[in-house]
């Protein structure tokens, strides 16, 4: 009954906002009213948890966003590519080496896309992955700790768009470079792209027990863009599928000059047949520079490796490795359904959407059945892959997902709708208007084998109108559709961080039970922890200073460090004490030229200060953590270099009692 | 649908929340310890071992001596409470917080509530032997 006068208040509500605010401007306004019972659908009463988790990338943020569903609520910003003052990820010294590469520290990028480790072609509930599309890194990402646990460069890359889509078994994931380029930096006219240009994808193995990622091979291809792919599934594993576009090879104005073709290519793999000419030897070592970096639980420290080879298959010598496949007009998704069969090629500017069967492609493959070749790669012949054709089904089709019963959901970004068709009859069954301008979409379980269903979830472009104002910056946003009967149903918006790309959904019920909820201090080996009060010291090293220094409701120990220089480093390395769940500490000093550190229980992080003039510098606890938080507080003494301050500390030590360690 | 708050996962090896009935001898706490039995001569592994969790896990707010620092000194603690009223209050402090008449007349003077720090059984036992010879006890 409840959830009976809460919704009928909201529809009011809603009725009532669409009086006031629609007369004037906005003729589509109506439609924006839910229907149905939909307030109790997403209404997950206070105390209560949300059935999915929903992980979202954070596109020009570099984050990925953790969101309940079906409430749309967001719980969490998982720091990956980009610095997060917040938690000190990639200030403290810890985790600065998470963003090295072989361009040096790299704060930022662009985080497109995400893949959810499987097993069997289903959610296992490991790892999430993620891609850097600017500076091309791909990201492991924990579902215990919920941390960036590793990050691995790509080599030979223009731009990490095409990744990281994922094997059915976790065996690879995939790093195609959006933007083709010379490969080892050479120093060439743009004019030269068609001598001189390549295209690259690499094969990154996942370790099965670790999740540790390495590039076991490249691809190198013809020089145009790869956009997305999909991994074949079922009948279909051993196969990897990618979307093409500029065929043309432009490097100018692609907007007109690589829209010109009538057909762009889908780019079939047989990464089994790449692992044969490997096993053979065939692959060519080369010279390159990129960095690994790991961030290790135990020591809760990252490290930078230098990576200097990998070893590159060129497809156009190996002619059996890479078929191309006929697709109309600058394919964006390239989709795989749930048993493997069937292929989607979205084309963003067709009238219609292709979908290829697996079985028909062997079988062609099988009788060569090509209507000629692209730099000695074969190309298909287009009815001989075609499965059939979505008919009129919008304007500028994204990207596909599907559900458990057959359907398939295509994103169209220029009609601003989902539109919902069954994959065998190609049959358009239903479609919904998004608000506005629709990207990415998707299922729970959308790209696995065995889709959750239950949801569609949109992300769209452009908000405008939806929420309350904010200057000419608006929120992104997503919206939730109830699919699980014959007509999709808006259920919710909700905004979202950054620019939300692609997203997928997992039940929370494979995730919560593994949650990490503190860090056992026996088990911390960073080098600087303090395992208790008794280890807390403050040592010089020449001009560094170490503070061990140890947190706990509600005193940091040493609180009062005096003998430190004006041309000191002083290095704040700070454990937290306590080992019960949610009980982070904080760790800030004025004027500190990064950010703060916040210490989970059981961990210990890392604070550089310079100190620039003397004088008294306050530091404090940042995290509210008990009813005398605000007297979590010390202060440091800084003298003029060359004075003679002895170096001594203490907590509860009143003076003239002061020696040394004080307890 | 809404899943149901799954069961805290760490039940097994937590008594903390299991046994929040009240028990028949108030003096003896709130929690899964009701009976502790206590030999002499003291263990001396346990007592080592008592004495490295204080270090890393109680030394920060309790000292061994009478004085009060954040929470209460130790001293003649195992005279001032049975041995099972103190393995509750480590091992199921929030309960004891909550509602053991003692534990909160400390919470009122303290104004700081004892953490959780994670101990097994076998590790509060530890502490219990340690807190023994700190009081004398051979
Ligand atoms: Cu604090």
């Known amino acids: 009954m409840k959830t009976n006068i809460v919704y009928r208040g909201l529809s009011v509500l809603v009725i009532l906002a669409g009086l006031v605010v629609w007369q004037g401007c906005k003729p ?65 010294e810890e985790t600065k080496p998470m963003l090295n590469t072989s361009h040096g520290n790299v704060p930022w990028d662009d985080l497109h896309h995400i893949a959810l480790s499987t097993t069997k072609g289903e959610h296992d509930g490991r790892w999430m992955f993620a891609n850097a599309n600017n500076t091309p890194r791909v990201a492991r990402v924990s579902f215990k700790s919920f941390r960036t646990e590793e990050i691995l460069e790509i080599p030979n890359s223009g731009g990490n768009h095409s990744s990281p889509f994922i094997t059915e078994n976790t065996e690879y994931l995939v790093a195609g470079t959006r933007f083709s380029v010379p490969m080892g930096g050479k120093d060439v006219p743009i004019s030269s792209y068609k001598e001189n240009f390549k295209g690259s994808i690499s094969f990154i193995k996942v370790n099965p027990e670790s999740g540790r990622m390495n590039i076991a091979f490249q691809l190198r291809t013809p020089g145009f863009n790869f956009d997305l792919s999909r991994a074949g599934k079922g009948a279909s594993h051993g196969w990897f599928f990618f979307s093409c576009y500029n065929t043309e090879q432009a490097y100018t104005l692609l907007e007109v000059n690589a829209s010109q073709n009538d057909k762009d290519f889908i780019m079939a793999v047989n990464w089994k047949k790449a692992e044969e000419y490997l096993a053979q030897g065939k692959g060519k070592v080369e010279k390159v520079k990129y960095a690994h970096n790991i961030y290790d639980d135990k020591t809760h420290s990252a490290t930078t490796t230098m990576e200097n080879e990998v070893t590159v298959l060129d497809v156009m010598e190996f002619p059996d490795i890479v078929y191309f496949i006929p697709c109309p007009k600058s394919p964006h998704g390239c989709d795989v359904d749930p048993t493997g069969e069937y292929i989607v090629g979205s084309g963003k500017l067709a009238a219609m959407m292709p979908v290829f069967s697996f079985t028909k492609l062997q079988a062609a493959i099988a009788a060569k059945d090509y209507e000629g070749d692209f730099n000695g790669i074969p190309v298909i012949k287009y009815e001989s892959a075609l499965h059939g054709e979505v008919k009129k ?113 997992i039940p929370a019920s494979m995730i919560t039970p593994n949650s990490t909820k503190i860090y056992k201090i026996e088990e911390n080996e960073n080098p600087y922890a303090a395992k208790g009060e008794g280890q807390a010291r403050v040592e010089r090293k020449g001009n560094e200073i170490h503070v061990y220094m140890t947190a706990i409701r509600s005193h940091l120990t040493p609180d009062n460090i005096e003998g430190v220089k004006v041309g000191d480093e002083v290095y704040f390395h700070v454990t937290n004490l306590e080992q019960d769940w949610d009980v982070p500490h904080g760790f800030a000093i004025r004027g500190a030229l990064n950010a703060e550190i916040l210490i989970m229980p059981g961990e210990t992080q890392t604070l550089k200060y310079k100190p620039l003039v003397p004088g008294i510098v306050p530091f404090y606890c940042t995290d509210f953590c008990s009813a005398l938080h605000q007297e979590m507080s010390g202060y440091l003494r800084v003298s003029a270099a060359g004075s003679n301050t002895p170096l001594k500390f203490s907590t509860g030590v009143i003076e003239g009692e002061a020696s040394g360690a004080g307890h | 649908m809404r899943s149901d708050k799954p069961s805290d996962s760490t039940k097994e090896e937590d008594p903390n929340k299991s046994a929040v009935e009240a028990i028949t001898d108030p003096t003896k706490g709130i929690g899964a310890i009701k009976n502790v039995t206590m030999n002499t001569p003291l263990d001396q592994e346990r007592i080592k071992r008592g004495e490295e969790i204080y270090n890393m896990k109680c030394q920060a707010c309790h000292k061994l001596d009478d004085k009060r620092v954040v929470g209460p000194g130790w001293k003649d603690i ?53 807190m023994r010879q700190n009081d004398g006890e051979k």
């Open chain 1, 28 to 92: 589509k306004a109506p439609t924006t009213v839910t229907m149905g019972d939909a307030a109790s659908k997403v209404y997950v009463a206070p105390g209560q948890y949300d059935e999915f988790y929903n992980i979202v990338s954070g596109g020009f943020n570099g984050q990925i966003g953790v969101y309940g569903i079906p409430s749309g609520r967001l719980f969490k910003i998982l720091p990956v590519f980009s610095v997060f003052p917040e938690s000190g990820y990639g200030y403290s």
């Open chain 1, 393 to 505: 089904p919008g304007l500028g089709p994204l990207h596909t997902e599907f559900d458990e019963k057959g359907n398939a959901y295509t994103s169209f970004f220029v009609s601003s709708e989902i539109v919902k068709w069954n994959v065998k009859t190609l049959e358009v069954l239903d479609r919904v208007p998004t608000y506005y301008s629709i990207g990415h979409l998707s299922v729970p379980g959308g790209p696995t084998s065995k889709p959750h269903g239950k949801y569609v979830i949109a992300y769209n472009k452009i908000t405008k109108d939806r929420y309350l104002p904010t200057g000419p910056e608006l929120t992104q946003s997503a919206q939730l559709y109830d699919i699980s009967g014959d007509k999709m149903k808006l259920l919710l918006d909700f905004p979202t961080v950054g620019e939300p790309h692609y997203a997928e959904s």
């Open chain 2, 78 to 130: 195992t005279t001032r409470r049975k041995p099972e009223w103190i393995m509750n209050m480590i091992l199921n402090v929030d309960v004891m917080l909550e509602q053991d008449e003692e534990a909160q007349k400390m919470l009122e003077l303290c104004l700081m509530r004892m953490p959780n720090q994670n101990l097994s059984i076998g590790d509060a036992r530890d502490v219990l032997e340690f």
